[in-house]
């Protein structure tokens, strides 16, 4: 008989929880997967989402995978399981995100993937990505512009980001190609591997300074590399602000708060901004549009744009990173 | 001549990481004459310094045939604590004070979940290594800190002429080196690492190793944290992420083995650490192409650690033969 009252109370107890756990009809639900919150786009970026989808009346679940792409597809699957009707990941990486978008596809759930191109599949999704070539192409122009403006002769080095990281890969083709414009007044003597690692960072950069101490411009291929590059430009005596004679030219990509700083300051040149309101806005939005049976295109480009010491104050409340406050 | 050729070989093989650093250092002096000057000399030590420290740590666990891989997030963690506290406006002594706490404070978890749970330390540390990474992650709301200027005297003050990183690299170095040499406390971590039963049966207490060599490892981790940011001035999110594996693989090169009982800290894992930043130094000395870099990198770890392999096999087969 005891045993029989357990086991009524446990089905109760399992009764009471499933219909805790089952949400409320009617509202959409939308699953948002990061594969980190490890940088501050990241987290901009999954602030910007849940802002987004509350501005629609959405329903959200949240999962991170902590760099780890299993545990990433594991989190859409449980999406899956519990029903949601959108998926917006931010994927690991350009091929592991394959499975996760057949996963989707199975159950008929509209799915967009956010800030990174998956690697060609058959399968149906959208992807919101910001045009990191040519935002790096026209930022690394900027620098270009500048560096004939002044008459001198620039030697110059770019700090590249993990390099299966396909936005790291376009980064690094728009700077090359940017610059090939500019080869009678720049010329490229370092390319600094980063892996997106502050410390691998800090290293190359005082490296190559020390084999070329006259290096007069550099561009970092993210903004959260600043620290690294502004240690070794201190350590080597050549961090100076624009104007003075042993300036050297700085640009970055993300748009993030230290850069944001770093223009208002006077020590950045250029930064190439993702606009990433737009980017969450539109990864939203065409999820909606799915839903209502709308064609949505299958790549939706988010031109981003160049904030420099002109524009700065026409552009600066467009920069993500000049909402946050630099701790 | 037979014999002078097989003492030649063997010497070969007993110094492959010392060969291959004066390789490494012949073949970058000439592609770029500015890596062989004074001053790049000092760089890599200055590079080599956070790394150094990590690995002196990671040396004392792999001896006892264990590992620790949440080395990373001690540093992430004591980074961001003392970060928060500077920036606050605590005086810096009490940061890092605060940092040591924190390391001696995880290692001291290690050991007791390794040796009362008797979990295996690569679980242990695997969860620690979450455990780190997480509070850190939520104490600096996922946001980097950048640190005022008085916190990047540690990473570019100098004494005599000499950075403070490098005086303080070679102080752990020699201090372990001395403790490992020198000690009863440093025999018996070789004992347990050659077999903790045996060391057991000879009245060698294994907890109290194990609780020493992870005590050791999480304050170098938290000290070598302190010395990479004090050389950034800022802390971000990503901040330790895979120096584990590097402060790993810089031991092993150094002729430390996984399996415990053999290696030291020097010259071993201070020339692997040297190595591994030669390498680093070099590759963007005579801007080699980015996709080489991981290349060359693992192409040295191989080398190594086959050598070590064969070297391995060699003595297995002398004792089988009964041979010295």
């Given at each position: 008989?005891?045993r ?7 089905i109760l107890?399992m009764?009471?929880?499933a219909?805790a ?26 602030d ?18 902590n ?16 029903g ?12 592991t995100?394959?499975?996760?978008i057949?996963?989707?596809n ?6 967009v993937i956010?800030?990174?191109l ?7 999704y ?7 070539y ?9 620098l270009?512009?500048l ?13 590249i ?13 728009g ?6 414009e ?13 892996e ?8 190359g ?9 006259d290096i ?15 240690s ?27 850069a ?18 737009y980017?969450?806005?539109l990864?939203?939005q065409a ?6 049976g709308?064609?949505?295109d ?27 406050e630099?701790? | 001549?037979?014999q002078?050729?097989?003492?030649g ?10 060969l291959?650093?004066?390789?490494a ?7 770029s ?9 000092f ?13 002196t ?14 080395v ?9 604590i003392s970060?928060?506290m ?22 001291c ?6 040796y ?9 540390t ?13 104490i ?6 950048n640190l005022p ?24 170095i ?6 490992l040499?020198?000690?009863t ?26 609780l ?7 304050f ?14 800022a802390v ?11 402060a790993?693989?810089a ?6 083995s ?16 040297l ?13 080699a192409?980015?996709y ?22 060699r ?10």
């Amino acid at each position: 008989m005891k045993r029989f009252y357990t086991c009524q109370g446990l089905i109760l107890v399992m009764v009471v929880l499933a219909l805790a756990c089952k949400r409320p009809k009617g509202r959409t639900t939308i699953g948002i997967s990061f594969e980190t919150l490890q940088t501050e786009y990241w987290v901009a970026s999954s602030d910007a989402l849940k802002a987004a989808c509350e501005e629609n009346g959405l329903d959200y679940l949240e999962a991170i995978a902590n760099g780890d792409a299993n545990r990433q597809f594991e989190q859409v699957n449980n999406f899956i399981s519990r029903g949601v009707d959108g998926i917006v990941i931010a994927p690991k990486d350009a091929h592991t995100v394959i499975p996760v978008i057949k996963a989707a596809n199975r159950a008929e759930i509209p799915i967009v993937i956010y800030n990174r191109l998956p690697a060609p599949n058959k399968g149906s999704y959208t992807t919101i990505v910001a045009d990191n070539y040519e935002i790096t192409k026209q930022t690394v122009r900027y620098l270009g512009d500048l560096a004939r403006a002044s008459g001198k002769q620039y030697k110059a080095m770019i700090l590249i980001g993990d390099l299966g990281d396909t936005n790291a890969v376009l980064r690094r083709e728009g700077f090359n190609d940017a610059i090939l414009e500019y080869e009678d007044v720049i010329d490229v003597v370092a390319e600094v591997p980063t892996e997106w690692n502050q410390e691998k960072a800090l290293a190359g950069v005082t490296n190559a300074l020390q084999a070329n101490p006259d290096i007069g411009l550099i561009f970092s291929s993210s903004d959260f590399l600043f620290p690294s590059v502004i240690s070794a430009l201190k350590n080597a005596g050549k961090y100076h602000p624009i104007g003075h004679e042993g300036h050297v030219l700085l640009g970055g990509f993300d748009g993030d708060a230290m850069a944001y700083q770093l223009l208002r300051s006077n020590y950045l040149d250029a930064d190439g901004v993702q606009n990433v309101y737009y980017e969450c806005d539109l990864a939203i939005q065409a999820i909606l549009d799915i839903l209502n049976g709308k064609e949505v295109d299958s790549v939706l480009v988010d031109p981003g744009f160049v904030i420099h010491q002109e524009n700065l104050e026409e552009m600066a409340p467009k920069m993500w990173g000049a909402n946050l406050e630099v701790p | 001549m037979k014999q002078i050729q097989h003492s030649g070989l063997q010497w070969v093989s007993n110094n492959s990481t010392l060969l291959l650093f004066a390789v490494a250092i012949a073949l970058f002096g000439i592609l770029s004459p500015a890596f062989l000057s004074f001053q790049n000399a000092f760089n890599i030590l200055v590079q080599a310094a956070a790394l150094g420290i990590l690995a002196t740590g990671m040396t004392f666990v792999l001896l006892t045939a264990g590992i620790d891989l949440s080395v990373g997030s001690i540093m992430f963690l004591a980074g961001v604590i003392s970060g928060k506290m500077v920036v606050d406006g605590a005086p810096l002594w009490w940061a890092g004070l605060v940092v040591v706490v924190i390391g001696l404070e995880f290692g001291c978890l290690n050991a007791l979940l390794i040796y009362r749970l008797k979990v295996i330390p690569f679980i242990v540390t695997l969860a620690t290594f979450y455990v780190g990474r997480g509070l850190g992650l939520f104490i600096s709301d996922t946001r980097a800190i950048n640190l005022p200027e008085s916190f990047l005297t540690l990473g570019s003050g100098k004494v005599l002429g000499i950075p403070l990183p490098v005086i303080l690299l070679f102080f752990v170095i020699t201090l372990a080196h001395l403790v490992l040499t020198r000690t009863t406390f440093g025999k018996h971590i070789y004992a347990v690492g050659h077999d903790p039963e045996k060391a057991r049966k000879a009245g060698i207490s294994v907890n109290r190793i194990l609780l020493g060599v992870y005590v050791i490892c999480g304050f170098c981790a938290a000290l070598g944290g302190l010395v990479a940011i004090a050389q950034l001035g800022a802390v971000s999110p990503t901040f330790g992420l895979q120096s584990e594996f590097m402060a790993i693989a810089a031991a092993i090169l150094g002729g430390v083995s996984l399996f415990g009982g053999r290696g030291n800290v020097f010259p071993g894992t201070l020339i692997g650490v040297l190595l591994i930043q030669t390498i680093q130094n070099g590759l963007v000395m005579v801007n080699a192409d980015p996709y080489l870099y991981p290349l060359i990198t693992a192409a040295v770890i191989f080398l190594v650690v086959g050598i070590d392999s064969l070297q391995n096999q060699r003595r297995e087969k002398a004792k089988r033969l009964g041979l010295k």
